[in-house]
């Protein structure tokens, strides 16, 4: 019988990539963490030792720790958490058992290091449409949920990465740009370890709908209407990347629960 205070990994993979999702904090032991640098996708990594320090700062509603086996660090951790007043859970058999259920994991080695507040900075050019809406979509779902993003005059991007420590993306002559046929969602979906179907099928969305091949995918049609009237809505980025969270959320859903889904309107005539 599952413990109150513990979580499966198939029930948080389901909430992984949703607005929903709790706060997952990683706190396995540096010497755990260097053998398997991978993290459950959004999670950040916290010193159990110090959790009276940071748990009182827990930017979500609920929490989910991890740790190397699901013990005694992950349930210590949690249960200071919910004595801090955040509802916090264990991950069922921690970081082990989430990758003996063959579920997707961050490649540490791909994520920017953070600033001085513990987030990845990024920086492109402003306006944005697709790309450059998607990939923060991505990034805050997936890999650093506090991640900040610059929108900046375009020629301008690559000196305000450099003055400003922050990552640039969407721009020609840096790693986190088109390849080929490929746009920047579907490069950093393969980079970053996450190319699950859900997210394959939204890059392929993406990609369509970001390089005028409106043929890859039917859907490509809609984000793109969505994505230009949100542009007409918002004269901020900000604002509109805000909106725009949204649109992906919605997207992303349908790409991992509702494919086969289809609509009518049914009539209850007799004899319909």
Known sequence: MPSP???????LAR????????????VRTDEDFASDPRLIPGSVRRPHTHVQEWGGSIPA????????????????????????????EALEGGHEAWIAAGLPTVLTARIPSPDATGRTVWVTRSRPK???IACPWLIRRFVDPHAAFLFVTPQEVEAVGERFAATPFDIENVFWSHRGGLCTFDVMVEEFGLATEPLLRLATIVRAADTARLDLAPEATGLLAATLGLSRMYSDDLAQLEAGMVLYDAFYRWCRDATDETHNWPTNKPGA
Not at 15 to 26: E, H, K, R, S, Y
């Open 130 to 132: 697709i790309d450059r």
């Open 61 to 88: 509603p609920s929490a989910v720790a991890v740790c190397q086996s699901g013990k005694k660090l992950s349930e210590g951790v949690a249960a200071w958490l919910r004595q801090m007043g955040t509802p916090a």
């Open 15 to 26: 909430l992984i990539g949703t607005p929903n999702c709790p706060a997952l904090i990683d």
């Open 5 to 11: 205070t513990t979580i499966s990994p198939e029930k």
